[in-house]
């Protein structure tokens, strides 16, 4: 049983994107050789196979692409936050890249639906590990 959130393993590939994400930032990568934005992160651009990349920070405003309420909690452990909304977000400067994430409300969750704006925030897991999730303001 799972007693515990399960938390990413850091790649190093990915270790600046987690090393981001504990400075409050979300961080997206490039191809250093054709600039093409990429997520997740990965070894290889997938459209001019370079392996080098770079990371570009940006704001985490964010568009709800698509959601789901997990009724009863996927795992035993998210019991004490169900009700929770999972997110598929699309960035606002990257149509095509979409990350998955907590959505947050300020008000009850049954009004949250696809086009909502959202605003990027962080919940520190570790000392290495802050997941981003996005609050519907």
């Known amino acids: 049983m799972i007693k515990s959130i399960p938390i990413p393993g850091i790649e190093d590939f990915d270790k600046p994107y987690w090393e981001n994400c504990s400075k409050q930032k979300l961080s997206i990568q490039h191809c250093?050789?054709?600039?093409?934005?990429?997520f997740p992160p990965r070894h290889m651009c997938p459209k001019c196979q370079s392996l080098n990349h770079e990371w570009n920070i940006v704001s985490g405003?964010?568009?709800?692409w698509s959601f789901v309420v997990p009724r009863p909690p996927l795992l035993p452990v998210f019991e004490n936050?169900?009700?929770y909304v999972v997110g598929l977000v699309e960035l606002i400067e990257y149509?095509?890249?979409?990350?998955?994430?907590e959505i947050k409300s300020k008000s009850d969750i049954d009004?949250?639906?696809i086009g909502d704006t959202l605003s990027v925030r962080f919940k520190k897991i570790n000392n290495?590990?802050?997941?981003?999730y996005w609050?519907?303001?």
């Open 128 to 132: 290495e590990i802050s997941l981003p």
């Open 32 to 38: 250093a050789d054709c600039k093409a934005p990429r």
């Open 95 to 101: 149509k095509n890249i979409r990350i998955i994430g």
């Open 81 to 83: 936050q169900s009700p």
């Open 135 to 137: 609050v519907r303001e």
């Open 111 to 113: 009004s949250i639906k």
């Open 61 to 64: 405003d964010a568009i709800l």
